[in-house]
């Protein structure tokens, strides 16, 4: 497609059950991030991967948000035993190459997740 | 997590008026990004500063990279309705393993015709 794609938009779930939350990157984009934003405030840095691997994790809060990109396309981040603390926009943006000064990050639209 | 100061936190304007906003950082960045988010759309990249003392204008937009590497600000001049959204700073943190964006705490504007 033309831009960063995710799905789905919208997510409500209980608390203590499993999503996942899905991102397809613009093709070609080999750079590929995950943020998360709560209510009034900026985006804030999960993961970053190069390809297949993830080259900085830096960002997931705990170790009930995990994240993959098997094939070095299509992400999917993964939460179990949500919270209601996890209720955000959850950002994904990739980028064509990664690190360097002129690499621009395109975001896509989010998915809003609500745990009751 | 960690997130750059951006003031002020909200603006109400009339058409036609400039706007100014800026962001402060305890920490020195290479790189200033500036975004605007529109009501359930990501961020979309306005303008981008790449060297200290840098200003770059995109339109009726103009943003400076500050000396100190820590700061920037961004003026939007003769404003009009579509000018209306949450602006966000940034500073790229890239190289080695990383790559990544530190966001700004955000500024509404809103612009009344």
């Known amino acids: 497609g033309a831009g960063v794609s995710q799905t789905p938009s919208n997510k409500v779930t209980e608390k203590g059950k499993y999503v996942e939350l899905r991102c397809d990157p613009i093709s070609g984009h080999t750079a590929l991030y995950w943020y998360r934003q709560s209510l009034g405030q900026g985006p804030e840095f999960l993961i970053y991967f190069q390809g297949t691997g993830a080259a900085d994790d830096s960002g997931l809060p705990n170790d009930r948000f995990f994240a993959v990109r098997p094939e070095g396309s299509v992400s999917t981040l993964k939460i179990q035993r949500t919270e209601r603390g996890d209720s955000a926009v959850y950002l994904c943006?990739?980028?064509?190459?990664?690190?360097?000064?002129?690499?621009?990050?395109?975001f896509g639209p989010g998915t809003r997740l609500t745990v009751l | 997590g960690q997130q750059l100061n951006q003031s002020p936190q909200s603006m109400f304007i009339q058409e036609g008026e400039d706007v100014s906003m800026n962001c402060t950082s305890s920490s020195i960045f290479n790189t200033w990004l500036w975004y605007k988010q529109d009501p359930g759309e990501g961020p979309v990249l306005l303008i981008a500063l790449y060297k200290a003392g840098e200003l770059t204008s995109n339109g009726r937009l103009t943003a400076q990279f500050g000396i100190t590497r820590k700061d920037s600000f961004l003026n939007i001049s003769a404003s009009i309705p579509s000018d209306v959204g949450i602006y966000f700073c940034a500073g790229s943190v890239y190289g080695g393993a990383t790559n990544k964006l530190i966001f700004g705490t955000g500024t509404l504007l809103a612009v009344q015709p």
């Open positions: 943006a990739s980028s064509r190459s990664g690190p360097s000064s002129t690499d621009t990050q395109y």
